[in-house]
């Protein structure tokens, strides 16, 4: 089996969920998050998770459960799938501790919404072996994987991550490496128009997102997406692309900057644009 162990590091809600759609494939996970007790809650909720996917037909949680380890430390394995905070800084340094780590042909994939993949790849002596997996919350639910090539990311590691997302059961797209991808170069401008339509007094929140469900025909209203992906996440996003791409049409709202610096951080804080 291609990619045998893989290696998750972050066990937030994304890490969480990649872990377990990777041992629901039959492959061996090593689950790390420096955080203390993270990677024990993720393990709760990978039960949780299971639970509802077997009433469905998904596999039960005692034949997924024991294949995912918690680790102290990042160990050895074929594949690392990096799933930490949005944050640059913290993302080299796991890619550079991986890089001298894990055995020269294991590939480092990182979940990353919005930062280049290039950067990551500097961090390493890898670069051909450096590629974006950017599954999409709630990983075990949602269908798509947006596959993004660095520069230098070779035509094998993208086939072997490709084939790698259809074995998980997701659907691959591939995309280039540029600021936020495809997926949130499209959805945080969305979203951010949704905060200042909200911030100018358009209308509140839940016509906001009722406008937009009914309307669109979009399954969630930007305003309860941004909860679910945690608006300090999104603001993360939005000043990647702004910079990125030097245009300040991607700069985040007030409002949104402020729910943030107040702890409003969405669902994962029980506190954002609504209450949960």
């Not at 162990?5 to 090593?30: E, F, P, Y």
């Not at 991550?161 to 540029?178: H, M, Q, S």
């Not at 941004?226 to 007030?254: F, H, N, S």
Request: glycine fraction near 8%.
């Amino acid at each position: 089996m291609p990619f045998a162990h893989v290696l998750v590091v972050g066990a937030g809600q994304m890490g969480g969920g990649i872990a377990q759609v990777v041992a629901a494939s039959g492959r061996r996970v090593s689950l790390h998050d420096e955080q203390l007790g993270a990677a024990e809650r993720a393990l709760e909720a990978m039960a949780k998770s299971l639970a509802k996917l077997a009433e469905k037909g998904g596999p039960p949680a005692d034949a997924v459960l024991p294949r995912v380890t918690v680790v102290d430390d990042l160990v050895p394995a074929d594949l690392l799938v990096e799933a930490v905070i949005e944050d640059a800084d913290v993302k080299h340094d796991v890619f550079r501790r991986a890089d001298a780590l894990l055995p020269p042909e294991a590939v480092l994939a990182s979940n990353t919404s919005s930062i280049p993949i290039a950067s990551l790849a500097a961090a390493t002596q890898r670069p051909d072996k450096v590629i974006g997996m950017h599954f999409f919350n709630p990983v075990p639910v949602l269908k798509l994987v947006e596959v993004v090539r660095g520069r230098e990311t070779s035509d094998e590691t993208t086939r072997e991550i490709v084939e790698l997302a259809k074995e998980l059961g997701k659907v691959p797209a591939e995309a280039n490496d540029f600021p936020g991808f495809v997926s949130n170069r499209i959805l945080m401008p969305y979203i951010n128009e949704a905060v200042w339509a909200l911030h100018d007094g358009v209308a509140e929140a839940e016509a906001i997102d009722t406008i937009a469900k009914l309307g669109f025909a979009h399954p969630m209203g930007p305003l309860a997406l941004a909860d679910l992906i945690g608006l300090d996440t999104c603001v993360a996003i939005m000043e990647v692309l702004q910079e990125g791409l030097g245009d300040d049409r991607y700069a985040p709202c007030p409002l949104l900057r402020e729910h943030v610096e107040n702890g409003r951080f969405g669902r994962k804080s029980g506190d954002g644009f609504h209450r949960y």
